[in-house]
């Protein structure tokens, strides 16, 4: 029912789901998919106002605006090929956004940070001064993890909380990396990132019982992906981390 809910429209060159909501919380989308009406009565106030709103079929930005799907009149058409929605980028390349997920203490954010300075768009200075700030806390080795995670809270815990934000020119495609969090009191922050990625990225742990905890009954892993999946991401990239651990070179 929920695959059903997150069904997504081409609106204003942008993405939108069924219901006609830009910003989506996962309560919502679960209220909305309940036949039975239990789980509103779960909602607060503000999770409220969304569900209504998209009862009526409006969309949020900037308040609520009409938002409508016409039906096609006249009789049914066949063979009709789908053109998928080509959004551009600032540099009038086509936009993709990459959304790196995986179990909490895999390396997600330090992986992708890792990427980033070793292309070049991060000032040194800049990565000294991480440096420097993660050796005052008693956090070293942190500065790649850094460049992403800057809320003052993610860095003292050491997780990852909001979805962070990359931006990153190919010579096809305007790129957007998404790195979102692992920890389960933060998976509705990953929900509403997957819900504008176009592809994934894996990162699992090679570490013994790393792996393992990503994929039992329950684990984050296994929740993150099916979430991704109903959220539209079908293509994953699958990267291995920690691999000095298993004596890998």
């Known amino acids: 029912a929920i695959k059903e809910t997150i069904t997504f429209w081409p609106w ?41 709103a998209a009862k009526e079929g409006k969309a949020k930005s900037k308040g609520y605006e ?40 895999v390396g997600k954010s330090t992986t992708t940070g890792r990427v980033i300075a070793e292309i070049g768009v991060v000032d040194e200075r800049i990565l000294e001064k991480l ?3 993660g050796k005052e806390i008693g ?29 990153l020119e190919t010579k096809k495609y305007d790129l957007d990396i998404l790195d979102a969090p692992g920890h389960r009191d933060f998976l509705k922050n990953m929900a509403v990132g997957s819900s504008m990625a176009d592809a994934g990225l894996l990162v699992v742990s090679a570490q013994v019982g790393e792996f393992e905890a990503g994929i039992v009954r329950g684990a984050m892993m296994k929740e993150e992906l099916l979430l991704a999946v109903t959220n539209g991401v079908k293509q994953f990239i699958v990267a291995v981390n920690k691999m000095d651990s298993v004596d890998y070179s």
């Open 66 to 105: 009409q938002f409508k799907v016409e039906k096609p009149k006249g009789p049914a058409l066949t063979n009709i090929t789908r053109v998928p929605l080509v959004v551009t980028g600032r540099t009038g390349k086509p936009r993709i956004s990459l959304i790196v997920v995986g179990n909490v203490d």
């Open 139 to 167: 956090k070293e080795g942190t500065k790649y993890a850094w460049i992403l995670d800057q809320l003052k809270t993610e860095r003292e815990r050491g997780i990852t909380v909001e979805v962070g934000l990359w931006n």
């Open 131 to 133: 440096e420097r700030e």
């Open 12 to 52: 204003r060159g942008k993405r939108s789901n069924g219901w006609g909501l830009l910003d989506v919380d996962f309560d919502v989308i679960k209220a909305l998919a309940d036949k039975s009406n239990a789980a509103v009565e779960n909602l607060t106030q503000g999770q409220l106002s969304q569900y209504h």
